[in-house]
């Protein structure tokens, strides 16, 4: 019997991508990257080197993994989708088993479940922001540096990793988002962007980079500014930044009748069990709401995450019409007033 081709999760996602380019739209191959991006570091973080050695377990061990990220119903829906139109392919050719593509499990979207209103509530978010600020133990940390950088630019967390030391601009205060093939942006260059940054924010990114950054390089020799001793910080790091950085405990007592100092959820390989933990998606909501609340009009916020008026709207502004009211139209209503004494 012939010995299936041995092909790397990311050589098999490229030769995926190459072969669907005879018959895609540009804009389809972009979404077909940045959904298998996931599959394929999940895949490498585990040393995963083949993918002749993926099985049914595996299979549902990367969408129990995906669900633990918070990730939207259509997210998911649309990822292990990708993931098994990706493995039928292989299969045609040979790579994977044939019978692999039908243990993939496609989540169906349930009514109503298009979004998910979980959010990083703005009081929450000061409450966080506040006790990280003033706690020596906490402040400048690569958790703190993390949630800082989510909550005020309201990027994706992708954006966030993708960062080097050169993109961070403290004495401007702002950021440059830049799309490189290495750390690809999800929208390509139209994701490309500068968004400036509070002082106390860039007073925390200079104290993480002076005092807790690790000083290394990437594997194509580039400075991140997240980083670990490894080089640069991957997607499911930051993703554990984010759990142990919204974690109630850190400014109140559990609100799960647990002691902070024996919790095993403060450990980072069960930090996102955290019952009150959230994602970097429930910041970036969270944050794009409180920007609007903040009188950002809709067009800077959009520019600032990268996103359209219309998924704002859509899966991202979580305020109510009546806060939409009080905190964001009231103020222009004196506008509309008639003086009738004057035209008397």
Known sequence: MTERPSLSPREARDRYLAHRQTDAADASIKSFRYRLKHFVEWAEERDITAMRELTGWKLDEYETFRRGSEVSPATLNGEMQTLKNWLEYLARIDVVDEDLPEKVHVPTIPDGEESNDEMLEPEAAKKLLRAMRSDPTHYGTAKHAMLELLWFTGCRVGAARSLDLRDYHSGERFVTFHHREETPLKNDSDGERAVGLPEAVCEVLDYYIEHHRESSHDDHGRKPLFTTTQGRASENTARVWTYLATQPCLHGPCPHGKERETCAYLHIHSASKCPSSLSPHRI???????????????????????ATLEVIEKHYDQATKRQRLEERRRPYITNLELDLEADS
Not at 299 to 306: D, L
């Open 284 to 306: 970036r909501t969270g944050s794009i709401t409180w920007q609007r609340d903040c009188g950002l009009p809709a067009e800077v916020v959009s520019e600032r995450v990268n």
